[in-house]
Each structure stands twice: as C-alpha cells, then as structure tokens.
C-alpha cells in the first residue's frame, strides 16, 4: 500500500520561508508532486520531482530524496495569498497508468 | 480557470439512489481521473481513463463505476447511495498525446451531499 506523511498545520509570517516535508512509504514509485488547495476550491499544480533533487519554479521549489523516501516543498516570500492546503503525492505508473496517491495536506496558515 | 468542467456543482439525494457526474477535460488531454475528497478520508484517486479505456485503478466502490466517451468526456455513477458517499469528487485530466502527463489539471469539483 502507501502512506504519505506531511505535518497537519504550519504558521508563518508573511515574507518568511516555510518547508512542508513529506515522507513516504510506497509500493511503486515514479515520483513526488506538490498540489495547492485553498478552501473550497480545485487542487492546483504546483511542482513535480522524479529525480532526486531541487525543482524550483519561482518562489516555490520541492526536493526529493528517493533514498530516504522524503521531500519538501519551500515556500520564499511568503504572502497572505500562499495560505492554503498543500499535499505531496506520490505518482505510480505501474500497469501502464498514473494514479496518484495524495498525502493527508498541510494546512499552511501566513500571518501578517 | 483549468479548463476542465463538471457538472451538477451541487448534488443533493437521498440514500439510496443513483446520481451521475459528468467532466469534460481539457481540449486535447487523454487522460480522465476521478478523486473523491472527504474529511475523514481525504483526497483519494479513484479511477482513471485513457482515451476510452481504463488505465489505473484505485478505492473504488462497487457501487461506483466510470467511463471515458469517444469524445473524451467522462461520467462517474454512483449507486445504491449511502451516507458516507457524501464528498466532494473532482475530475482532473492530463496528457496531450505525446506530451508529459505529470500534471494533472483539476475541475470545480461536485458537492454530492446524501440525506
């Protein structure tokens, strides 16, 4: 089966840097995405690792490390718009598909 | 915007019954997932579609069943409705032939809520 780790909640001041970890177990992997959720809307793409490493897309960057089953997303300069629901999620493409198991989220609160 | 769309947004129905969600991906995209997404279960994958056949299975009822048209679009049935069916599912879709299909584009989302 698979599990995916992530903290449920973390607070930051506006401008800061915030890391959300993510550890996983899994019985196929093909690698890591980072999806955003704010309230009540879709989930939307924000980074994908399947090499072990740093991806940064502007302010947000994710990391992967496939030995020890682990990555982060890093939030620079963070705003008030970047509070949100954030979920790591592990692609498996055995069989020929791409299904995608999610994390439980972490709840990223910025304050001012 | 993603540009894929669901329809009913909103689905309110008694235990019980059958309701069917409809999705139209994103002009172009292959592939159609389907995820439920409830408080005590959190965001689950539970189907996917690639250009009409399925590809990956994963949670999924029974009671539930999926397709993808000629013309792409999918519908998810849910039957024999109970009251932990009550979430939000949502449709996503990837992969332009060829392309990377790595990330995957969500729609609004329907609220089923079951009485």
């Known amino acids: 089966g698979q599990s995916l780790e992530q903290p449920s909640e973390v607070t930051a001041v506006e401008g800061a840097i915030v890391q959300i970890n993510c550890t996983y177990q899994t019985s196929g992997f093909y690698g890591l995405s980072w999806y955003q959720q704010h309230d009540g809307g879709a989930p939307t793409f924000l980074s994908y690792?399947?090499?072990?490493g740093l991806e940064e897309t502007g302010r947000f960057s994710s990391f992967l490390s496939r030995s020890d089953s682990y990555g982060y997303l890093l939030l620079q300069e963070l705003q008030m718009k970047d509070s949100a629901s954030y979920f790591c999620?592990?692609?498996?493409?055995?069989?020929?598909?791409?299904?995608?198991?999610f994390g439980t989220g972490t709840q990223l609160k910025v304050e001012l | 915007d993603s540009g894929v769309t669901q329809t009913p947004k909103h689905l309110i129905t008694a235990t019980g019954q059958r309701v069917t969600l409809r999705c139209s991906p994103r002009?172009?995209?292959?592939?159609v997932y389907w995820y439920q997404q409830s408080l005590d279960q959190g965001l689950q994958f539970l189907i996917q579609?690639?250009?009409?056949?399925?590809?990956a299975k994963g949670n999924i009822l029974e009671r539930f069943s999926a397709q993808q048209f000629p013309d792409l679009h999918s519908e998810l049935n849910l039957s024999s409705l109970e009251l932990g069916d009550s979430a939000l599912y949502f449709c996503?879709?990837?992969?332009?032939?060829?392309?990377?299909?790595?990330?995957?584009?969500f729609g609004p989302g329907t609220r089923l809520t079951v009485l």
């Open positions: 579609y690639y250009n009409g056949e399925e590809r």
């Open positions: 999620a592990v692609i498996d493409k055995t069989g020929g598909g791409n299904k995608l198991t």
């Open positions: 996503a879709s990837s992969v332009v032939a060829g392309g990377p299909d790595n990330e995957q584009f």
């Open positions: 002009s172009g995209d292959l592939s």
């Open positions: 690792n399947a090499l072990d």
